[in-house]
């Protein structure tokens, strides 16, 4: 099967309804299991995260051809400080203290492999950046989003490829 939908950054892949969904094709930098502390989990303080990627791959430079995907899904790591064994650093993933061009090319690279009039949905938390200086990382204008979490802190912007 073709694959319409790509995910670079599919983490243990929580946001989707079915994580094993075919029509996309699910990647990340890691592929691990790993044990990280989380004492609001099990009696014993602990949690395990799966990330199993169809295929590795770094978002910063897809090894796709232009104009492959109808959709992406970017939901980049959004944490610059978090211990190297913490639960959040684990889920998420974190940025390098070079994250601005590390975005940037994110971006560039999700625009690149979607098609004419594709869409990308991005998923943000600001507790550490705000979304307004991670916007800055793309000059493609979004077309709406919608805040959501506890604190309203996670954004859910849709873009359309120009």
């Excluded at 996309?24 to 014993?44: A, N, P, Q, W, Y």
């Excluded at 770094?58 to 090894?63: E, G, I, K, S, T």
């Excluded at 790591?77 to 994250?99: E, I, N, Q």
């Excluded at 590390?102 to 600001?126: I, M, Q």
């Amino acid at each position: 099967m073709t694959h319409l939908v790509l995910d670079p950054c599919c983490g243990g892949r929580m946001m989707w309804f079915n994580p094993q969904d075919q029509r996309c094709l699910f990647g990340d930098m890691r592929h691990e299991s790993l044990i990280v502390t989380d004492r609001t989990h099990k009696d014993d303080g602990t949690r395990a995260i799966h990330v199993h990627p169809d295929m590795q791959m770094d978002f910063r430079a897809l090894p796709f051809p232009d104009n492959t995907f109808y959709h992406v899904a970017f939901d980049p790591p959004h944490l610059v400080r978090a211990g190297k064994r913490s639960w959040m650093a684990a889920k998420y993933g974190k940025l390098g203290d070079d994250w601005r061009e590390d975005l940037r090319l994110g971006f560039a690279e999700c625009f690149r492999v979607l098609r004419p009039h594709g869409t990308l949905n991005f998923k943000w938390n600001e507790t550490q950046i705000p979304v307004r200086d991670v916007l800055a990382c793309t000059d493609v204008l979004p077309l709406y989003g919608h805040r959501s979490g506890r604190l309203n802190k996670t954004h859910w912007i849709t873009f359309i490829k120009p």
